[in-house]
């Protein structure tokens, strides 16, 4: 995560929202590769079904546990903000160095949406082989909405205003792609299955058999993993006569053309065979109609503008102000620093109505985060003997309000009140 918001730093994002899914789309990239793709690829395929603990179910299970317990409780621990509370702030220096570590722990609202995704991904995943996988994510998510829910009431820092960026990105990209990983994973273990690479022959050990009358011998075989395996074979007159032949098509391309090419029922039975095609011609259906909606939503806006024109609403006037509206704010620039509880304003606003920044401090004015009021002492080294003045330092934030016809011309607009003309 920390690399990822490394890199997230160095972007260029016009919004919260647009930031946080950049950072999303990265963690949840990196998550379900860590979780459920690797799991698969470390894992031989003859392992698949095996309940000890080199098996790949028992991983899984190991997996989702750690996420019902573990987020959970670290979570409420909230170990960071209770340092802080407990331990740092009695030593504060002031009262606003105390007041800074109440504020509580910075949350990021893409990592959230990535834990949730990533969750509901390896559910899909697996469910094939491990159905209970449903139950396990079912009680994960409640367990994060209901701990997540009362940290960020009651201990965690608030949130900024974010769009439906993220919303937007997961409902469009990355449930489909667990919709599509459902229905690959789920063909692919429904034709793999007994997973033990081994074909029927349809012949049996007779007296021409080389291995005949050998009775039990030694074997020494190397697992997937590189390690030696010892192991004794008994060979007896009528045994099955197996050969190898590679189950996982997901390891081998040139195994899934051979799958369509030569007969499969070598390792299937006829219902395998039958509900694995046409389970498969469902997939494919699924997957293509999948890609076609995400495809058209992504494209339908520019699809109206070039067929229909651009769109065009009828405007009423409301008799609303649009600075009257509680969840509008103004852009002005601000540096959020952890020693203060509120951002600092890197700006002059004495010529803007405060109520316009979009938070307030219930202890001290806009004032006391004003910025451009500490370098008044730096305008001053600035001035040239002579000049009146140096201009201003940082930017100045104007506010253009219509005037009454009571207001005074020479009124001076007093700090946080609005100014203009």
């Known amino acids: ?24 789309m990265k963690m949840s990239a990196f998550r379900w590769m860590n979780t459920a793709v690797v799991t698969t690829m470390i894992k031989p395929l003859t392992v698949t079904l095996d309940g000890d603990k080199d098996g790949l179910i028992p991983a899984i299970q190991a997996v989702l546990k750690a996420e019902i317990v573990i987020a959970p409780v670290v979570h409420m621990l909230d170990i960071g903000g209770n340092l802080k509370r407990h331990l740092l702030a009695p030593f504060a220096a002031n009262q606003a160095a105390m ?20 969750t509901i991904f390896l559910c899909f995943f697996y469910s094939t082989i491990f159905p209970s996988s449903f139950l396990y994510g079912a009680l994960s998510l409640t367990l994060i909405y209901l701990t997540d829910k009362f940290l960020l009431l009651r201990a965690w820092q608030g949130l900024p205003r974010i769009g439906d960026q993220v919303a937007k990105l997961s409902r469009q990209v990355f449930f489909p792609g667990a919709l599509v990983a459902l229905c690959v994973m789920s ?14 022959t349809d012949t049996t050990v007779t ?38 032949c590679s189950q996982d098509f997901l390891e081998d391309i040139g195994s899934l053309t051979e799958f369509f090419q030569q007969e499969r029922d070598d390792w299937m039975s006829e219902a395998q065979e039958k509900i694995t095609y046409i389970f498969g011609i469902c997939c494919v259906a699924v997957v293509i109609v999948t890609l076609a909606v995400v495809v058209y939503r992504n494209a339908k806006a520019q699809l109206q503008e070039t067929l ?55 202890l001290r004015t806009h004032e006391y985060y ?17 000049a009146a003045d140096a201009g201003p330092v940082l930017s100045t934030v104007r506010q253009y309000v219509k005037r009454t016809a009571t207001a005074s011309a020479d009124e001076a607009p007093s700090y946080g009140a609005v100014g203009g003309h």
């Open 187 to 200: 063909e692919f273990y429904y034709s793999a299955y007994p997973f033990d690479n081994l074909c029927d």
């Open 207 to 244: 007296e021409d058999s080389p291995y005949f009358g050998v009775g039990s011998f030694p074997l020494n075989a190397v697992a997937k993993n590189g390690t030696s395996v010892e192991a004794a074979a008994s060979v007896s007159e009528g045994d099955t006569v197996y050969r190898f």
């Open 308 to 362: 229909l024109g651009g769109f065009q609403t009828t405007e009423r006037d409301s008799g609303e102000k649009y600075t009257d509206q509680p969840s509008v704010s103004a852009y002005v620039p601000q540096l959020r620093l952890n020693q203060f509880p509120y951002p600092l304003l890197t700006c002059d606003i004495r010529n803007m109505d405060t109520a316009n920044i979009g938070w307030d401090d219930p």
């Open 99 to 118: 007041n800074s570590f109440f504020v509580g722990s910075k949350q990021w609202f893409g990592d959230k949406y990535a834990n949730m995704t990533k």
């Open 1 to 24: 995560p920390h690399l990822f918001k490394f890199i997230n730093a160095l972007e260029s994002h016009p919004t919260e929202g647009s930031f946080q899914a950049s950072f999303y």
């Open 370 to 386: 004003n910025m451009a009021l500490d370098v008044a002492l730096l305008r001053e080294s600035m001035a040239t003997d002579g």
